[in-house]
């Protein structure tokens, strides 16, 4: 075992900041060449990072997932545009490789830049704190086809999503045979990432979709005040917390009963870009967005009363009927309403300019749910919600991606997916 010197100690801070880059090698395209990533001589500016700009890459699970929500997101799906499994492999280790560099803000490359040849590193994000930069894989349907012998690997969790209700779902911001969820407080880092993961793939992976997200919209955190999406609502009140590890070990993180061995302490991503018809929205009153979402829009609370954290009494009853309307948002997606199933919410809002057909912005919400099941968790869930669900009137699905996140990485010789490809 080396030992990789972009790797944490023991899973604690780095004391490393992004330096000046100075070295390159020349990055090996092309199907099956290695893409050699390494460590950058280190010289030069910037002030120390802190163990708060930093989390840890290594451990049980992939970071990302029970990570404390940070402010930006960029978020690619990839096409695989090899049949070799050799390929796979070295594309999943030099990702790896180089996931473990920008996360403590190394840029990627070494040695003598060669003035000859395009810089290894973009440099986008050279002088820039490493931001709390978090890279999360995860293995989508398709690449469980017969192009790689990995058929009988595929997890029955990773059925594909059935056609649900309140979708028009665009093919091209839809599927992919991998997905990389950069999350970052600076949306140059969480950009960074993502382009040079794609990059570092040429050859190997083409984009298929990518969704750039900001102002995260769900606490995973207690104690801190909980954002706001697009809607203007409080977003994440009674969402799954990463400090709780009963809910994640029953709700996220992939169990010992799972029929794929590979995938234990892993876990599932449902991502939906979901667009809001904001202008409809902001034409309704008050009473009408506060019944839609069952909450308080100022406070957060629930209808029923109390504040923001007490819990909803979907049982109370006002001269009008229920005090949480029986089609309210909450009522529909509550675990009380679902034999007890909840989720990890972890969305950010989008814009994406104007709708030029309308004239209308084309802005929303990009959903992201991490679970241990989606066949008894999100499309129960989203059927429920796609049908009866008040919030519908004001939003349409309209990108969709399902993908098995592969457990944690463990020390320098590790890399996503071993569990995986070994296992074959
Ligand atoms: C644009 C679309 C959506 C918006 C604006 C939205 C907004 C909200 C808001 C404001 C809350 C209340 C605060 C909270 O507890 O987090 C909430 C709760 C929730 N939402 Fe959504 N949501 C959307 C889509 C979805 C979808 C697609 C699902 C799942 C299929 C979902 C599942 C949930 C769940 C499970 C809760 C917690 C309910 C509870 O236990 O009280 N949401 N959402």
């Known amino acids: 075992m080396t030992s990789d010197p972009a790797e944490p100690a023991s899973g604690g801070p780095a004391r490393v900041t992004r330096r000046r880059f100075l070295g390159t090698t020349v990055a090996a395209a092309g199907v099956g060449a290695a893409v050699a990533v390494g460590v950058t001589s280190a ?8 163990g708060e700009d930093t989390v840890p890459f290594s451990g049980e699970h992939q970071a990302g997932i029970a990570t404390p929500v940070q402010d930006r997101l960029a978020f690619a799906a990839f096409d695989l545009t090899t049949t070799s499994r050799g390929d796979l492999e070295r594309l999943l280790r030099n990702w790896t490789s180089a996931a473990r560099r920008m996360v403590v803000g190394r840029e990627l490359g070494r040695g003598e830049p060669d003035p000859l040849a395009p810089p290894v590193d973009t440099g986008e994000a050279l002088g820039l704190r490493p931001s709390r930069l978090t890279l999360t894989i995860g293995f989508g349907p398709t690449m469980f ?14 059925a594909d999503l059935p056609p649900l209700p309140g979708e028009r779902l665009d093919p091209e911001r839809s599927g992919g045979d991998l997905c990389i969820q950069a999350c970052a407080d600076d949306p ?7 382009r040079n993961l794609a990059r570092l793939g040429r050859g190997t992976v083409v984009l298929r979709w990518s969704q750039l997200g900001f102002g995260r919209t769900s606490t995973t955190t207690s104690g801190t005040a909980t954002p706001r999406n697009l809607m203007g609502f409080k977003d994440g009140t009674r969402n799954i917390r990463g400090d709780d590890r009963t809910a994640l070990d029953r709700f996220v993180w992939v169990g010992d009963d799972t029929d794929q061995p590979w995938m234990r302490g892993g876990s599932y991503v449902v991502a939906r870009r979901i ?3 904001i202008e409809v929205w902001d034409r309704a009153s008050l009473q009408d967005q506060q019944d839609t979402i069952g909450r308080f829009k100022v406070s957060g609370a629930p209808l029923s009363g109390g504040r923001e954290h007490d819990t909803p009494r979907f049982g109370d009853r006002t001269s009008n009927g229920p005090a949480i309307p029986d089609d309210a948002h909450i009522r529909l997606a509550s675990a009380e309403e679902n034999h007890g199933v909840r989720i990890l919410r972890r969305g950010y809002s989008f814009t994406d300019g104007i709708d ?9 919400l990009f959903f992201i749910a991490y679970q241990r099941d989606p066949r008894t968790q999100f499309v129960p869930l ?4 796609g049908a009866h669900d008040a919030l519908s009137e004001y939003i349409s699905h309209t990108g969709s991606g399902l993908f098995a996140c592969p457990p944690g990485v463990g020390g320098p010789d590790d890399f996503w997916g071993r569990s995986l490809l070994g296992a074959v």
């Open 43 to 50: 010289v030069g500016g910037g002030s120390p990072a802190t």
């Open 145 to 158: 086809d017969d192009r790689f012998g990995l058929s009988a690997r595929r997890p029955a969790a990773l």
């Open 188 to 194: 140059q880092v969480a950009f960074h990432a993502m």
């Open 275 to 277: 667009r809001m018809f």
């Open 356 to 364: 030029t057909s309308r004239g209308e912005l084309d802005a929303g």
């Open 382 to 385: 989203q059927r429920r919600l």
